[in-house]
């Protein structure tokens, strides 16, 4: 896309130790210095292991998304395309991944009430105005790019 590779760090592992807190960020933090300081990666990504997910176990995690993942030591990235929502994320051990996949939930949802609905309204009314619209929305539908493309 053009971006110098100069902006971005150098590219590691989830749960690489990058450092140690520094002086003068440990004081603000009021932490000691010394503290390991650990590469992160997806939230849900680490929900697996602050879960104790074990290899194959599947998670669910609930959020912004809905999200199935597992932690494995084998995935065929070539079958994701196959799946829409399919993603994968290398797992915070090394060694390991996370396919899943991913579902609107419940911070989607109340994105689209507020853009809908004033703030009074309450669920079973937005649910039974939904269950009034017919199978396939009269034709209605809904342009998913919501930002400008170029």
């Known amino acids: 896309i053009?971006?110098?590779?100069?902006?971005?760090?150098?590219l590691v592992s989830p749960g690489e130790m990058m450092g140690e807190l520094q002086p003068d960020a440990a004081s603000r933090l009021g932490l000691p210095c010394g503290v390991p300081v650990i590469s992160a990666g997806h939230d849900t990504q680490f929900a697996l292991f602050g879960a104790?997910?074990?290899i194959n176990e599947p998670v669910l995690s609930s959020g912004t998304w809905e999200i199935l993942m597992a932690r494995t030591s084998q995935v065929d990235t070539a079958l994701l395309?196959?799946?829409?929502?399919?993603t994968c994320e290398l797992d915070s051990r090394?060694?390991?991944y996370n396919p899943g996949m991913q579902y609107?939930?419940?911070?989607?949802?109340?994105?689209?009430?507020?853009?809908?609905?004033?703030?009074?309204?309450?669920?079973?009314?937005?649910?039974?105005?939904?269950?009034?619209i017919p199978y396939g929305a009269d034709g209605v539908t809904m342009d998913t790019q919501l930002l400008d493309s170029p």
């Open 2 to 10: 053009g971006v110098p590779h100069s902006l971005f760090p150098p």
């Open 104 to 132: 609107l939930a419940s911070g989607v949802l109340e994105w689209i009430r507020a853009l809908f609905w004033s703030p009074d309204v309450n669920w079973d009314t937005i649910l039974a105005q939904a269950a009034a």
């Open 81 to 86: 395309g196959q799946y829409p929502g399919a």
């Open 94 to 96: 090394t060694g390991l």
């Open 52 to 54: 104790g997910a074990g």
